[in-house]
């Protein structure tokens, strides 16, 4: 489990620093898709289903809410 646990590390710090350049809706975007990714393997693993598929799914939901909300903040 150690082994997969590095490569996420990675991704996470390596994201986190790259949204420092991104505007309201891009940023947006990458959390919403971040956050609906986390959601939705909770709860396709809650619900007895295949985590990925829950992931996946929740993360072009929160991908599109996030960056609705980003647009709305930018004022398009």
């Known amino acids: 489990m150690r082994k997969l646990a ?3 590390i990675v991704v996470a710090l390596s994201s986190s620093v ?6 309201p809706e891009q940023q ?3 959390t919403g898709a971040g956050l609906g990714a986390a959601a ?5 693993a809650i619900a007895g289903g295949n ?3 829950g992931a996946a799914i929740g993360a072009v939901a929160g991908g599109v809410a996030g960056n609705m909300k ?5 004022g398009y």
């Open 51 to 53: 985590g990925w598929t």
């Open 18 to 23: 790259a949204c420092t350049n991104m505007n």
């Open 70 to 74: 980003g647009r709305e903040q930018q």
């Open 40 to 44: 939705g393997a909770g709860i396709a």
């Open 28 to 30: 947006g975007t990458v």
């Open 6 to 8: 590095y490569p996420f």
